[in-house]
């Protein structure tokens, strides 16, 4: 199994633009996250999913984020507008019920 | 919500030497206890975890030991090697498969 796969490995944007992050979960895997890596407050839980459906999103920043998995094999976290303070790595991540996480390679985001 | 703290925040040992990194949580619900080790620019790998119904377990230099009673477990690594510097993360949820909350990481240095 190729893993938790995400893109893009880097992005860099300007403020006020749309940024879309993507994620593609293990197959078989009924569980994804997503979670923000910064050096003050370490890694941070955003929303995650189970079959598909959005279980806890409290820890959504604010409205501007958003997120969706509109099937098993797909997820997407959208910021906009973004600003330069949502600069960090957002990290996917997927398991099965009663099973081990495993984390994609993340998702470098620059907003200048 | 569930809270985990972890010490200390950076250790600093010699190759040969011990390591051990101790983290406390907050919720007696929590059953299930991870560890991941974070090298520079990587995503968090998954190197050990502990559930609530056993007090120890090991796999060759690392350990992990749970005290569900005070709420702490701990990380011990013997025979430290270069190649174990990294950031160390634990973790609390109540199950596996599900959110994990995390604690703050500890940087390791094993100086050669």
């Known amino acids: 199994d190729a893993g938790v796969i995400q893109s893009p490995r880097h992005e860099v944007t300007e403020m006020g633009q749309e940024v879309t992050l993507r994620c593609k979960p293990i197959?078989?895997?009924?569980?994804l996250f997503w979670y923000r890596q910064t050096m003050m407050r370490g890694l941070e839980l955003l929303i995650y999913?189970?079959?598909?459906?959005?279980?806890?999103d409290s820890g959504m920043p604010e409205d501007r984020f958003s997120a969706k998995m509109p099937n098993a094999s797909f997820s997407t976290l959208k910021i906009q507008p973004s600003e330069p303070r949502d600069s960090a790595v957002y990290f996917c991540a997927s398991a099965r019920t009663d099973e081990k996480l495993f984390f994609g390679s993340g998702t470098q985001l620059s907003v200048l | 919500g569930e809270n985990v703290e972890q010490h200390p925040s950076t250790l600093s040992v010699q190759e040969g030497d011990s390591a051990v990194i101790k983290c406390t949580y907050s919720d007696s619900a929590s059953n299930y206890f991870p560890w991941y080790k974070q090298e520079l620019g990587k995503r968090p790998q998954l190197i050990i975890d502990?559930?609530?119904?056993?007090g120890e377990k090991k796999d060759q230099r690392i350990a992990v030991t749970l005290n569900k009673t005070a709420k702490h477990f701990s990380l011990h690594i013997t025979e430290t090697q270069p190649e174990d510097s990294a950031v160390y993360f634990c973790a609390a949820s109540k199950t596996s498969g599900s959110r994990l909350t995390f604690g703050e990481g500890t940087q390791l240095t094993v100086n050669p």
């Open positions: 197959s078989g895997h009924n569980s």
């Open positions: 999913f189970n079959n598909n459906v959005p279980i806890d």
């Open positions: 502990i559930r609530s119904n056993v």
